[in-house]
């Protein structure tokens, strides 16, 4: 894990946040391509939850919402962690991470019982700072979802079984965040609520878990990298029936797991990515009761009025990036390869390169936050470098595609293998005869001579 968040770091996917003024712990910013692969994730969750179905309807909940809302979900009474404070140093601890409750892990002082810490942020709407103005920073994207329930029966008029799907900010005002972009107290959430019969919801339940289970899969994660876990009675959030976590082999962190007698043990590495619950009817009736509205389903079919049950997919943005990184991260040897010419091997490990081993992020294709990159030979001959970048400004009117000209091909090469950039493509002097160009495959490392008339096409096809 350090060498990704070493990478990360250097080539600009994530920054500490105000790292000017000492930095703002546990708190992060997306840089250029960090940025680019948050939005290709985001958008391939959306292609595959949204566009691709026809039972699941979008939207963009804002993130203040009434008080009312929290108090009718329940977060106001049992969104808490319990924690202890040390006497004599002041840290802070949640109480669940502690082996011994009365002694500081830290400085070995005396820790105060432990106490509820509710995690939602407050801050005041308006000018006026009074306790009828408090407000929270949403701790969960799903209650947008559950108040606009109505508004969604009545524009769309669906049936059930139907889904809302929304990706946007949350806040929890976490006791101990940690494990670089894995628990932090700004963070993203990709959500679903999936509204069915309650006959029905235990077929949904499993439906889900598998969709989504598959998603990550169908994206790169290796398969023996991820698992299900499914949730004991007492770990139960108050609101659910059941559920499973899916869950990826960060190389940090705990989580609990059965063992075979039903015992809790505890394993390294494994860490939820995402939940998948069965929250019953509890949200919709809370609403019904708090906001006087009828938040029952009416089937005009079989005449029967009833609460929908709610299965919830609920995954976390930042968590998945995490995840996808650390396991696109290679450290490769490249040796000199027979297959090929003399000059592409030379090129591969060649000028510029001092070592042979390369770091590569091998990103799914709908996640590398560059497709292709061109590259001129030589940045000194200004008709290479005029042919180069006729070819991007072409090429980038279809893919995410940059230029650099700034060190010698081999280096080229190593840099954008370590951004995950798909295909490089080469401008050398015998591009001015002959018209063609070198396309290089990431994974592979093999070489194409491509003629620039066709190379839209033959990268169209690479890419679908
Ligand atoms: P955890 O047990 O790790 O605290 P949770 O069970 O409280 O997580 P949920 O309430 O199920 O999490 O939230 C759904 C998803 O939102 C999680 O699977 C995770 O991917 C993401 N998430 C929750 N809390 C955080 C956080 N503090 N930082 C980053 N992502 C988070």
Redesign the pocket.
Known sequence: MEKVVSLCKRRGFIFQSSDIYGGLSNTWDYGPFGVELKNNLKSSWWKANVYAREDVFGIDAAILMHPKVWQASGHVKNFFDLKSDCKSCKKRFKSADLKDKDKCPECGGQLTESRPFNLMFETHQGPVEDAANLIYLRP?TAQGMFVNFLNILDTKHPKLPFGLAQIGKAF?N?IT?GNFT????E?E?MEIEYFVHPDEADKFFAYWVEERFNWYLKLGLKKENLRKRPHTKDELAHYAKSCTDIEYNFAFGTSTALSADGERSRTTGWS????IANRTNFDLEQHEKFSGKDFKYFNDTTKEKFYPYIIEP???V??SVLAFLADAYFEEKVHPRTNLNKAADKQEIGAGVKDDTRVVLKLHQDLAPTKVAVLPLLKNRPQIVELAKRILGDLKKSFVTVYDDTAAIGKLYRRQDEVGTLYCVTVDVQSLEDKQVTIRDRDTMLQDRVGIDRLKEYLLEKLV
């Open positions: 969960e929890r976490e965040p894995f628990r932090t107290r963070f959430q939820e990515l995402e939940g609920s995954g976390g930042d968590r």
